[in-house]
């Protein structure tokens, strides 16, 4: 069974565990602020995302693009070319953030506006 219950049940103990294991706490606190701090994060743990899937939409919030009328975009770029590991990055990307229902596809004709995803480096 998934830990991963944020929506039914987020008291979970597992959850509150892996909570409580992703989150650091730093050393400049006292004994008894790190359980405080600890006792906030398991009475808070409906708040914490632990993967993509339990983000949840926000009812009735609207992203708005405040775009002049007759403004137009490119909707075909050229192919951007990936080393094999940044393809597999983002095609598990991709399919994750679809199977959360965060991005829907849709046909080509209803393409807007396009633009090449750059991957951040990764700090070292």
């Known amino acids: 069974e998934s830990i991963l219950t944020r929506k039914t ?4 103990p597992e ?3 892996r909570i409580l294991q992703e989150v650091t706490i730093g050393p400049d606190i006292t004994e008894e602020q790190c359980k405080t701090v600890q006792e ?13 899937k339990e983000v949840n939409a926000i009812p009735g919030a609207v ?3 405040n775009i002049p009328e007759g403004t137009t975009f ?4 050229p192919p951007r070319s990936y080393n094999p590991d940044q393809r597999a990055f983002m095609e598990a990307k991709v399919d ?3 199977e959360a229902g965060i ?3 849709i046909h080509p004709r209803d393409v807007r506006f396009v633009a090449q995803t750059v991957l951040a480096q990764k700090a070292h």
Do not use: G, M, Y
């Open 96 to 98: 994750e953030i679809l």
């Open 63 to 65: 992203h708005k693009l």
């Open 40 to 52: 906030l994060l398991t009475e808070f743990a409906d708040c914490f995302a632990l993967s993509i």
């Open 9 to 12: 049940q987020p008291q979970k």
């Open 103 to 105: 991005i829907r596809q």
């Open 74 to 77: 490119r909707t075909k770029i």
């Open 15 to 17: 959850r509150v565990a």
